[in-house]
């Protein structure tokens, strides 16, 4: 039998489960899209129960049929997500969305009681976005439901929870701590304050780093399990393991996540007023981070398009750059896309001039996007000399987006990487031994050089 390491790759979206062999070669993949069922207030939620009988369903029949050998097995999964546990291990509620609203008037009372707002967001380097920085769903049960918090013994973060599953073992890691939580103070390099004086810390098992693991048996073997490990932070640790130079990664899907481990100095109030917080790597070191909802208001903004086009519209995935198209569009730029999801529209509704073709929409949607994106990956760069740049995750398929930050990026050296990885070989590698070889992300990535388009046609003389 092939020894292999089993990865679970939990996105909102896809559910995904990867083998791979000892030199981190794919050999067997399968996707899954469980439907969302709804907490006691009607908010769409995960169904965590299915979630997990799905993973153990994968696993057994993977364990059983005689064809791989797993030999180790570990986690990745979205963030700002906390499972909440009885003294028996039961799940006491609903994993609660993190688009949630929270109640009108809780974030004014936490920050009446532990701000001054500004200092205490650059002390724990979030920004504040409600049920996002999950340690506020532990403060919201405290005080608007009672009853539920009071039969909480452990509260894991989705990546430690899914290997509590197989374990049997709670434990807290660094990088689901550190991803704007309200948690982590930086400065201490410990939970803030707040988190003692409300008694969460005693919800919080042992903080362990993502590379420890647990032996376990399964099926009559044993296998090696990993902790579990936040998906963004899991997608930047194969490029920190084989870094040459300094660089940043931008992490795509739902969220667009530009991720700069090169920082030097503390998060400053100026580099939030940017759009800027940090991050945990797995060693518990800051990454500067900038956020974006770009998958969800590509999804939202393309069923626009759709709807409006209807049976003239092509799927988005076939439509190709197009430098003609750009320059047209470039010359008398305005917008034409009203966001749902992200900040910075200008326009109301979709404004489509007369006779626009589904390719100029697209395309216009795309340098709207990319306009954004651009904006966030300097953020993150702030003043670090950076001169590579690694696109992973649904975008690096997107040949018109990766076209359009080639073109902005003229200065940096642009590396696109196989779009379904980037979480999952993280996670293998997180719990792996040994060093990575140079070649690695050319022969387990799909290493692709991007060259900037040029600026205008050539003329001739």
Known sequence: MLPVTAIFDIGRTNKKFFLFDDSFREVHREYVSLPMIEDEDGYPCE?????????????????????????????????????????????????????????AGLTEDFFNTYGPREDFLVRTASDDAGMLNSGMQLYWLKHRKPEVFSRIRYSLHLPQFLSY??????????????????????????????????GLDKLFPKTVPADTTITGEFYGKRVTVGVGIHDSSAALLPYLKTADEPFMLLSTGTWSVALNPFISGKLEARDMAAGCINYLRPDGQPVRAARLFLGEEYKRQTRKLADHFGD??????????????????????????????????????????????????????????????????????????????????????????????????????????????????????????????????????????????????????
């Not at 009885?86 to 994993?95: E, K, M, Q, S, Y």
């Not at 201490?188 to 707040?194: G, M």
């Open 47 to 103: 169904d965590i129960d299915n979630l997990v009988d799905w993973m153990r369903s994968v696993f057994h029949r993977v364990m059983t049929e005689g064809e791989y050998a797993v030999k180790a097995l570990n986690f990745s999964s979205y963030g700002a997500s906390l499972v909440h546990l009885d003294v028996h291990g039961r799940v006491v509620a609903p994993l609660y969305n993190y688009t949630k609203p929270l109640p």
């Open 165 to 198: 599953r197989f374990t049997g073992i709670p434990v807290s890691e660094y990088t689901s701590i550190g991803c704007h939580t309200f948690l982590w103070d930086y400065p201490s390099q410990d939970y803030h304050p707040w988190v003692y004086a409300e």
């Open 312 to 461: 003239e519209a092509p799927a988005p995935d076939r439509v190709f750059f197009n430098t003609q198209v750009f320059r047209r569009l470039k010359n008398d730029f305005s917008p034409w896309f009203g966001w749902e999801v992200l900040s910075g529209g200008t326009s109301p509704s979709l404004n489509l001039p007369p006779e626009t073709s589904y390719v100029e929409a697209y395309h216009h949607l795309m340098m709207e996007l990319a306009t954004l994106q651009a904006a966030s990956i300097r953020a993150a760069i702030g003043e670090e000399q950076i001169g590579k740049l690694f696109i992973d995750g649904g975008f690096s398929d997107n040949e018109v987006f990766v076209n359009l930050l080639a073109h902005d990026f003229r200065g940096m050296k642009i590396r696109t990487t196989d779009a379904s990885l980037g979480s999952a070989l993280g996670a293998a590698i997180s719990i792996a031994e040994g060093d990575l070889p140079d070649d690695f992300l050319t022969n387990n990535y799909g290493l692709r050089e991007h060259q900037p388009f040029p600026s205008a046609p050539n003329r001739r003389p």
